[in-house]
């Protein structure tokens, strides 16, 4: 593979294969930013990967008390998922469970659009006859009596079918210092960036996956071409001096917000330089046929 | 362009249904064919033209000029566009409307906004009986939009009210918001006795208290909730006066017990 040279970073003439997925976003309040935060943590948790989690979550931004609709604290969230049904399923279980079970938390629409999901209107059964409808100001709201007072919630929120999942960036440093390093630099970036989530600890993956497995059973299994350790053994795509590789996984609500995250993340290493972050930069795909977005790394370059 | 405008000549010698004057019945039509258009309630035909001087401009923007309490259902069943009335309205106006914008500048008669279903009335007078309330036989009231008195509302404001958000800045009569089936009714001033008389569900705010409160609704303590923080925000462009009385703690009754009780009444606690 030709690699572009840029600030001494190797750049992969490769790209991020990425997928159509349904998403929607939320904006969780609360009585401070502290609680806010909590209840978006709680709520994106176990929402890494759609292979084993159901959907994929995390949060886009926090918001200060005078960009959300009650004038608190706030936190938006995004959720990404492969079907409509699946999305609603996984919006309203860890709404009920994370959100409203949050002290002093009020839950809002994030996302605008035609067709919706159910927000409070699939939480308001929780009031048990007591719950509360409120149409004023062109929305529709739900108060749901609660040990705290009372929790507001919105009663549906928006959802797109055009939200991008799976951009990606593969990291690879000289050791795992650097390449953490390297991979801290991307998400502080991407962090910045609206419109995305990146969904693994911390925005960082260390367990990049390949489809299939030699087990019959086994649906992803660990990407052993980029594995530092299996250099020798296997078909590996590492050079010599790559000693430690990291993956971060960008979702989107549109394409565009995934290429500008993608570049925020490129910018972001090839400012570090190779001596403090990565020698080297690639991205994730299948060849180019199973998805339909293909975020050529060259394209994206500052 | 220049609204349409309609200037009474003289106080009519009865009253005038003034149903037909909406936006999307004028448009498009000349200054002839408008005073072609009957206004009269008894056996004599009386036209437009008869009782108005009509300067035609655009329809989406109809002003009353010099009306007068004789002038029932202006704005009935509007659909859109605006009207602005300068002067005394008499019974009915905005009464099912749907859409868009009715200003009365001067005083309301009885069943103003009357079963208001969307769009925005504004009162700066008084405003009479049954605020958005039912005509006999109707199972509902107003079921949707805004509607702002300035000055003073007669008995029954919000008569089974079932959607939409009424504020009244002035004063209000007995049995305010009395049979409630839902809705939000902001009563700023001070109210008669016995507000949300039977009411099943809904709001009503009661900015300066009442005059007697009925002993079934059950004090829920003094609450500082985000909704109402929401219905601050969602009329504080209408009414500041309104707004301000949100942003404080309130204090909840519950009721009305006698019948549902899944309706409230916050309470503007005395400091």
Redesign the interface.
């Known amino acids: 593979m030709r690699a572009l040279i840029v600030n001494g970073v190797r750049i992969d003439d490769t790209f991020a294969e990425a997928f159509g997925m349904r998403a929607t976003a939320l904006i969780i309040t609360a009585d401070s930013a502290r609680w806010a935060r909590q209840a978006a943590i709680t709520m994106t948790g176990f929402g890494t990967s759609v292979i084993g989690c159901g959907c994929e979550a995390g949060i886009d931004r926090e918001l200060t008390a005078k960009q959300t ?4 604290p706030g936190v938006r969230v995004l959720l990404f998922a492969v079907s409509t049904g699946e999305l609603q399923k996984q919006l309203a279980g860890r709404v009920s469970q994370c959100v409203l079970t949050s002290p002093g938390s ?1 839950c809002y629409a994030g996302l605008d659009g035609e067709e919706r999901l159910k927000l409070g209107n699939a939480l308001r059964y929780f009031g048990d ?2 719950q ?6 062109g929305k529709h ?1 739900w ?1 749901i009596p609660v040990l705290d ?2 929790f ?1 919630c919105e009663a549906t929120t928006g959802l797109t079918k055009s939200a991008v999942g799976g951009g990606n960036l593969l990291i690879m440093g000289e050791s795992a210092r650097t390449t953490l390093a390297a991979a801290e630099a991307v998400v502080k970036a991407i962090g910045r960036v609206p419109d995305v989530v990146m969904p693994f600890p911390g925005g960082i993956a260390r367990s990049g996956s390949k489809v299939g497995s030699k087990y019959k059973t086994v649906r992803a299994s660990t990407n052993d071409a980029y594995c530092p350790t299996l250099k020798g053994a296997v078909k590996s795509a590492l050079d010599a001096d790559v000693g430690s590789v990291l993956e971060i996984v960008i979702d989107g609500l549109t394409a565009e917000a995934v290429g500008a995250a993608m570049a925020a993340g490129i910018a972001a290493i090839v400012k570090l330089g190779p001596k403090r972050g990565a020698l080297r930069i690639g991205a994730g795909n299948y060849g180019g046929k199973l998805g339909p977005h293909h975020f050529h790394l060259k394209d994206l370059l500052p | 362009m220049k609204p349409l405008v309609l200037t009474l000549n003289a106080r009519p010698a009865e009253r005038l249904d003034m149903s037909p004057v909406l936006p999307h019945l004028l448009a498009g039509k000349t200054a002839r064919e408008i005073a072609r258009i009957g206004v009269g309630t008894t056996r004599r035909p009386v036209t437009l033209g008869d009782v108005f001087r009509v300067r035609v401009g655009d329809a989406q923007r109809i002003r009353i000029e010099g009306a007068g309490d004789r002038l029932d259902r202006i704005g009935y069943g509007m659909t859109g566009g605006e009207i602005l009335v300068d002067g005394d309205v008499g019974s009915e106006a905005g009464r099912l409307m749907t859409g868009g914008h009715l200003t009365i500048k001067g005083d309301a008669g009885p069943w103003a906004a009357s079963v208001l279903r969307g769009g925005r009335i504004e009162i700066s007078g008084a405003a009479g009986e049954r605020l958005g309330g039912p005509l006999p036989g109707e199972m509902a009231g107003m079921r ?1 939009g805004m509607v702002i008195v300035r000055g003073d509302v007669g008995p029954r404001a919000g008569d089974r009210m079932r ?3 009424i504020v009244v800045e002035g004063r209000a009569g007995a049995w305010a918001g009395s049979r409630m089936i ?1 809705g ?1 009714l902001i009563l700023a001033g001070p109210t008669g006795p016995l507000p949300g008389y039977l009411m099943r ?1 809904g ?1 009503i705010v009661l900015g300066s208290g009442a005059a007697q409160l009925s002993p079934t609704f059950i004090d829920c303590g003094t ?5 109402l ?3 601050a ?2 009329v504080a462009d209408d009414s500041a006066r309104a707004a301000r009385l949100l942003q404080r703690p309130l204090r909840r009754l519950a009721g009305d017990m006698a019948v549902l009780g ?1 309706g ?1 009444i916050f309470l503007a606690s005395r400091t």
Do not use: M, N, Q, V
């Open positions: 609709p009650d004038g608190r009020a006859g007591w509360i409808s409120k149409r004023f100001g709201y108060r007072g009372e507001l | 949707g959607r939409g958000t839902a939000t569900r709001t609450h500082d909730l985000i909704a923080r929401l219905l925000a969602f899944k409230e």
